[in-house]
C-alpha cells in the first residue's frame, strides 16, 4: 500500500514527507475555501524543494483551462483533478500540460462508485473520495471492493490508523489528511505515526 498525504502547507511537512518515503504530497492550490489552500507563490517554493523519490501533486477542484496553464509551470508530477471529466478529455488535458492525472470519484452512493467508467482508461490513477471537499467525510469504502486492484486504486475520505488494516486488501493508495492535522495544521508527529503504522502493515502482509 502506498501513501499520499495531501494538503500540505509548510517547507517543514514536505520534508518531512519526502524524508520518510511518502510516496505523494499533495498541494491546494485553486480552492481557497480550503484551510489548505496555498497560494501559487507558495505553491512555486514548495514544489521546488527536493522531492527525491516522492511525486508532488497539484489538487484542483475544477480547473479552468487557464489555471491548468498556470499550475503546468509548478514542478508537479500529477493533476488531481475533481471534477466531471471523461477519457476524451483526460486524454487532451495530458497531452496540453505534460502532466499524469489523478481522476477523483466523489461517492455519495453506491452508483457513484462506478463513474470510474468514463475515465478508467485515461487516468494514471483513481480517487474514489468523499464528497466533502475539504471536508474529511467518512464513506463506505467497501463499496469499492468488486473494482480489481491494477495499481491504481487510490481512496480518501476520513482515513484514519485504525483503518488502515481494512484498507490493504481494497486499494492501492490511501489518500490522508485531516487524520494528521492538529488545529487544522499538519501535526509533523502524526504524519511520521502514520507514516511509521502504515510501513509495518506492509511489512506484515
Known amino acids: 500500500m502506498k501513501l499520499k498525504i495531501c494538503g500540505l502547507s509548510r517547507p517543514s511537512e ?4 519526502i524524508n520518510n518515503g511518502v510516496d505523494f504530497c ?3 492550490l485553486n480552492f481557497p475555501k ?10 512555486n517554493k ?4 527536493d522531492k527525491k523519490k516522492s511525486k508532488f501533486v497539484g489538487v484542483l477542484v475544477q480547473p479552468s483551462k487557464k489555471e491548468l496553464e498556470k499550475f503546468s509551470k509548478l514542478n508537479l508530477d500529477y493533476f488531481q483533478l475533481y471534477g466531471n471529466y471523461n477519457d476524451d478529455q483526460i486524454f487532451q488535458i495530458k497531452k496540453d500540460f505534460n502532466k499524469k492525472i489523478i481522476a477523483t470519484i466523489q461517492v455519495k452512493n453506491k452508483e457513484d462508485v462506478q463513474n470510474y467508467e468514463k475515465v478508467k482508461n485515461s487516468a494514471d490513477i483513481i480517487l474514489w473520495d468523499s464528497s466533502g471537499y475539504e471536508k474529511s467525510l467518512s464513506w463506505d469504502y467497501n463499496l469499492i471492493k ?4 491494477n495499481g491504481k486504486k487510490m481512496i480518501a475520505g476520513n482515513i484514519t490508523i485504525q483503518k488502515l488494516k481494512d484498507l ?6 490511501v489518500d490522508v489528511s485531516g487524520a494528521l492535522e492538529t488545529n487544522k495544521v499538519k501535526d509533523i508527529s502524526k504524519i511520521i505515526d502514520f507514516v511509521t503504522h502504515i510501513k509495518k502493515i506492509n511489512d506484515e502482509n
Not at 514536505?14 to 514527507?17: D, I, K, L, M
Not at 514548495?46 to 524543494?49: H, M, P, Q, V
Not at 490493504?168 to 493508495?173: K, Q, R, T, V, W
Open 26 to 28: 499533495g498541494f491546494i
Open 46 to 49: 514548495l514544489t521546488n524543494l
Open 14 to 17: 514536505v520534508e518531512t514527507c
Open 34 to 43: 480550503s484551510h489548505r489552500y496555498i497560494n501559487n507563490e507558495l505553491a
Open 168 to 173: 490493504i486488501n481494497l486499494a492501492d493508495i
Open 146 to 149: 468488486s473494482i480489481p486492484f
